[in-house]
């Protein structure tokens, strides 16, 4: 096992002062990196620890922000937030610009083999760096299937992988739909898993008492959506023992 | 590596003499057991190998015939036996209940840890095992998202992965739309991974030069789906070296 070594790393975007968590494998070589992006509520200890997890799987990796390092507890200062960026392709490729040049400035990345995943509106993100044609070895998204401008899907080049809960009432079948069909017309490699069962956010323990209707966390599901961005990182991006990529 | 060793095995079912193939990990203790159901072509060495595969991950598996030894070549006549077979829910468990004797009566096989996947028609009878209740740790199937009798979905207690290719002419979405609401209605713990671009029997290796509308090889996509389900395998019946139960 390798030993990890976590850093706050504090950079600029969407006119905020962004906090991320870069999360570093041990050793010195350089080493494929991944971006992961946070539900609309912000970055939180849970996120920061999928980033740690990941390095210790051999990748460097950065739990980005979106809120200019807030934690959004109450639902309607959330959505103000999260619905205005969710409707601006732009403001969400700026922001993961911005972690994307905090990944790629850190000298263990290999600049070569980077992937987005992320969650919600950070899976959105993940999303629109890709149809900003960005140089990603994959991208991976729970709760995310939103779709973009016209056209601009491809400009994907790697593979995609979207999970989603079947009772997700905020990513209902029309949603599924609509994504899958702009994939498929792209020419994208997509994949679609549908959890049964699953609400929104079913990926993440619950984080107070309130019920928010819609929501609800799925403990097996949640463990299986992550083995399936772990095996799709894996994939695309394995880590060899030496960190170079497989011959 | 365990050695595999493996056996042709012969049993009655359906009115034939079905000819399956078992394979055994080596070593003399128990082991969870995979019943490996085939397409409506029939058993060959391509789901064959899998049985060995499936062996050398350690369990005892195995490939199960549906058509009396026969493979077909003619689509004309393996759809006049398959149709039938598939719009008979007890026919196909009579042919699955058949299997399952095989590896119960199999000394290496422990009889609490059986599991069923298939492929097309082989998922079918999978599946109606799973309605007929009979006790399974879990149940994958590729392309067969094959609906049953009203309620006895809920019979099903085990995990049910289910993979499609998005483009299948055979499982369109409304049938992935009926597949996803018979097992949520009965309380399934249920997945169904949709994949992009892919047509019917994508996971199989083209076996001659006819192009047959909406089938066609994915060979990505086939990689995924046999490390989906050997994933669902790890998940619901771990092999671990002495081959009991993880504690």
């Known amino acids: 096992m390798t030993t990890v070594t976590t850093r706050t790393v504090t950079y600029p975007a969407d006119g905020l002062t962004m906090i991320g968590h870069l999360a570093l494998p041990g050793g010195a070589d350089r080493r494929p990196a991944v971006l992961i992006g946070p539900e609309g509520t912000g970055l939180n200890d849970f996120q920061r620890r999928r980033a740690d997890a990941l390095a210790e799987l051999g990748y460097v990796a950065?739990?980005?922000?979106?809120?200019?390092?807030?934690?959004?507890?109450?639902?309607?200062?959330m959505l103000a937030h999260a619905l205005p960026l969710l409707d601006d392709p732009d403001r969400m490729r700026d922001i993961g610009h911005a972690a994307l040049d905090v990944v790629r400035a850190e000298p263990r990345t290999d600049p070569d083999r980077i992937a987005a995943i992320g969650y919600g509106t950070g899976g959105a993100i993940a999303l629109e760096l890709g149809r900003d044609g960005v140089d990603l070895q994959a991208i991976g998204t729970v709760n995310a299937?939103?779709?973009g401008r016209p056209g601009e899907a491809a400009r994907i080049r790697?593979?995609?992988?979207?999970?989603v809960g079947s009772e997700d009432p905020i990513m209902p079948a029309e949603q599924r739909d609509a994504f899958a069909a702009e994939m498929q017309a792209a020419g994208v490699d997509w994949r679609l898993v549908v959890y049964g069962g699953a609400l929104h956010?079913?990926?993440?323990?619950?984080?107070?008492?309130?019920?928010?209707?819609?929501?609800?966390?799925?403990?097996?599901?949640?463990?299986?959506a992550?083995?399936?961005?772990?095996?799709?990182?894996?994939?695309?991006?394995?880590?060899?023992a030496s960190g170079e990529p497989p011959r």
């Open 145 to 147: 299937l939103t779709t």
């Open 62 to 77: 950065l739990a980005f922000d979106i809120n200019g390092g807030r934690w959004f507890t109450d639902p309607e200062e």
């Open 201 to 224: 956010a079913f990926h993440h323990p619950p984080v107070d008492q309130a019920v928010r209707s819609g929501v609800g966390h799925h403990p097996e599901h949640a463990k299986r």
């Open 158 to 163: 790697c593979p995609v992988w979207a999970g």
């Open 226 to 240: 992550w083995r399936d961005i772990v095996g799709l990182l894996a994939e695309c991006m394995p880590v060899t």
